[in-house]
């Protein structure tokens, strides 16, 4: 089934909007997915970046009361601190630890946990007016333990940050990828769109242009083959019907010429007259069966060529010059038609003809036919040995 141009031009700018909106759409997918996942990313390193922060600081903390607590006797108030020190920090190492997958993080977790559960149980059976030695040794060395934990939690800390860097650029670098991809593709298929769809579109008009370009050069024998039934299909009929008609036209205005130059030629043959035809450029276009006779010469060897390229005598050549250069009529101009002899050349061994005595000498009127341009304009010469009155 074949589409009308117009249907083709809207499935071509229906298709070429289609590819615009895949690609698109796709690097807004590829955009997208990329800051999601960057945006999960930075969201959870922050969080992780805070948990972190707020356990340093309790850390801090509980190192700066145990230290108190060792240097002078420990009032109930100090005891009590400790204990709600324990119990944050407890509960931000829980949140913590839903943020890590990796084993090795959730161990160390879980061993600063029971530290700090360990530490508790102490700092709760702790007396409140006495110092037990044993007690607060048993303090300090949890402590030392849970920054001893804390302090490897941070060197795994930050290793992921640097594998988080990693992932961050991994990530970027396919989707720089994956969009390259998406473009080299799109600009294929745009390529092959514009190589195959204008191609299919235009091949008609072409075959059109191609029989303008040869009606333009006077070549009938031209048609244009197009089988679809669309709007180029009516103007590919049109255009042959066209041609035909041109065809018959110039076949008819050939016979018409034709007629004219025979009834030309026999009313020239009939006068006892010397007749000869240039047109505007110069060149010889008839000449009767008495012109010929004079100059001796055959038809293959003036005709449709420039004058000054023959063998005619220069009286006649210089008459013809002057009445195209003037567009106008000449009369009576003296006209010597010498003698020719066929003789070797002795320098070159050719055939030449010499000239010898004068053969004719007469009068020779030139009459313009005019037409709209000067370069369409033809010049009638009759020669006669009479004054022509």
């Not at 990828?177 to 514009?194: A, K």
């Amino acid at each position: 089934m074949r589409l009308s141009l117009k249907r083709r031009v809207t499935y071509s700018f229906i298709t070429a909007m289609a590819v615009i909106l895949i690609m698109g759409f796709t690097v807004f997918f590829f955009l997208d997915a990329l800051n999601n996942q960057i945006s999960n990313i930075t969201v959870n390193s922050n969080k992780i970046s805070l948990l972190t922060d707020e356990v340093r600081i309790s850390a801090v903390s509980i190192l700066k009361m145990q230290k108190k607590i060792l240097i002078q006797k420990p009032t109930p108030e100090d005891l009590k601190r400790l204990e709600n020190l324990c119990e944050g920090f407890q509960s931000q190492l829980q949140r913590l630890d839903g943020f890590y997958t990796e084993v090795e993080a959730k161990k160390l977790i879980s061993r600063m946990q029971g530290y700090v559960d360990s530490l508790k149980t102490i700092v709760s059976k702790s007396s409140l007016f006495y110092r037990d030695g044993e007690g607060l040794s048993t303090i300090d060395g949890l402590t030392d333990k849970i920054l001893e934990a804390f302090s490897e939690f941070q060197d795994i800390q930050y290793f992921q940050n640097e594998q988080r860097d990693k992932q961050v650029k991994a990530i970027i670098g396919e989707t720089r990828r994956n969009m390259l991809i998406t473009l080299i593709i799109t600009f294929l298929g745009t390529i092959i769109l514009s190589l195959v769809v204008p191609g299919k579109i235009a091949m008609p008009f072409k075959k059109i242009n191609d029989a303008i370009r040869e009606l333009q050069e006077v070549n009938f024998d031209v048609s244009i083959y197009y089988e679809g039934d669309d709007e180029i299909g009516e103007l590919a009929k049109e255009l042959n019907k066209m041609i035909n008609n041109m065809k018959r036209f110039e076949q008819l205005r050939t016979d018409r010429i034709s007629v004219e130059h025979r009834k030309f030629d026999t009313l020239a043959n009939m006068l006892k007259k010397n007749i000869m035809v240039a047109n505007a450029k110069g060149e010889l276009t008839y000449m009767n069966n008495p012109m010929y006779a004079l100059l001796e010469m055959q038809s293959d060897d003036i005709i449709n060529k420039n004058i000054t390229d023959t063998l005619v005598p220069d009286s006649i050549i210089e008459t013809f010059e002057v009445a195209i250069k003037r567009r106008s009529k000449i009369e009576n101009a003296e006209i010597s038609i010498p003698k020719r002899k066929r003789v070797i050349d002795p320098t070159t061994g050719e055939y030449i003809f010499e000239e010898t005595e004068e053969a004719f000498h007469g009068y020779a009127n030139v009459i313009p036919i005019r037409a709209k341009e000067s370069n369409l304009d033809y010049y009638m010469m009759i020669i006669s040995q009479e004054v022509f009155v």
